[in-house]
């Protein structure tokens, strides 16, 4: 698929022609490159428009799957010398990464929210406007369930199982997942219906759960302004993303106690030593994990 890409051909050529990079090099290149495009798809952007945010974002999900700095380090040096290519070719007129820093050693993790802090936010919500409850339903089920936003607006109705407590997921690469899910979330939800009722899908967004007012998914950045506001609302001054609502999930969920593998997998990501690990991991485990240490499901002294 890789060679299949003309782009990707072109900068194969300058490595090795221009940059007199050695073959072992230039594969090194290419991995790096291929971990955006995967990145570039799942945003549903070409590599050609990446914006400096967006690689900000990308460096953050570096971070949340335990890419150690010094790798992180090494990615991104591939990944610059890539916009360099682009830039000197004219494929592009702004270097995207000009202003990116390379990782340090103790590099700070994204910021994490207590679950106070998200409780504030979730309080902050006006329900008495039309997308009010969307929006508290949207947000729960983001910390609930350590959604990617992709996942979150692209989340359907079919997708939610209530009697067995899960909600299937389309992550990257098109891979489902199955992850355990809240009853405060389900709660959420069913409270949103009667809302969503009220307005008419277009043609194509009939199962969508989260609609906007034209009756549409959400966009990405419609769900970014709508935890921006809220953060505001809530007057929590740190720098909120959807990411942060996951990257919380999983703090919460390890310093409860939970197993690591069983995070990685309700996360969705590859694994990080080998993908055998998670064969054993049953869907009954995950629940249990997900019932027995995160802060949605804990008894309330």
Known sequence: MRQGNDLVRRYMAYLKLEKSLSGNSIEAYLSDLDKLLSFAED????????????????????????????????????????YRFLLLDDYIKEDPTELLESPKIGFKLPEVLTVNEINHILDSIDLTRPEG?????????????????????????????????????????????????????????????????QVTPKKGFEDVLFLSRRGTALSRVMVFHIIKVQVEEAGIHKKVSPHTFRHSFATHLLEGGANLRAI??????????????????????????????????????
């Open 43 to 82: 945003e549903g952007k070409n590599v050609k428009d990446i914006s400096y945010e967006d690689l900000q974002q990308f460096l953050a999900q570096l971070r949340d799957i335990g890419i150690q700095p010094r790798s992180q380090a090494r990615i991104l040096s591939g990944i610059k010398s890539f």
């Open 133 to 197: 409850q969307r929006n508290r339903a949207m947000l729960e089920v983001l910390y609930s369930c350590g959604l990617r936003v992709s996942e979150l607006t692209h989340l359907c109705y079919s997708d939610i199982y209530p009697k067995e407590g899960f909600i299937r997921v389309e992550g990257k690469g098109n891979k489902q997942r199955l992850v355990p899910i809240s009853e405060t979330a389900l709660r959420e939800i069913k409270n949103y219906l009667p809302d969503r009722n």
């Open 264 to 301: 990685q997998e309700m996360l969705g990501h590859e694994s990080i030593t080998t993908t055998e690990i998670y064969t054993h991991i049953d869907r009954e485990f995950l629940r249990k994990e997900i019932l027995e240490h995160h802060p949605r499901n804990l008894p309330h002294p």
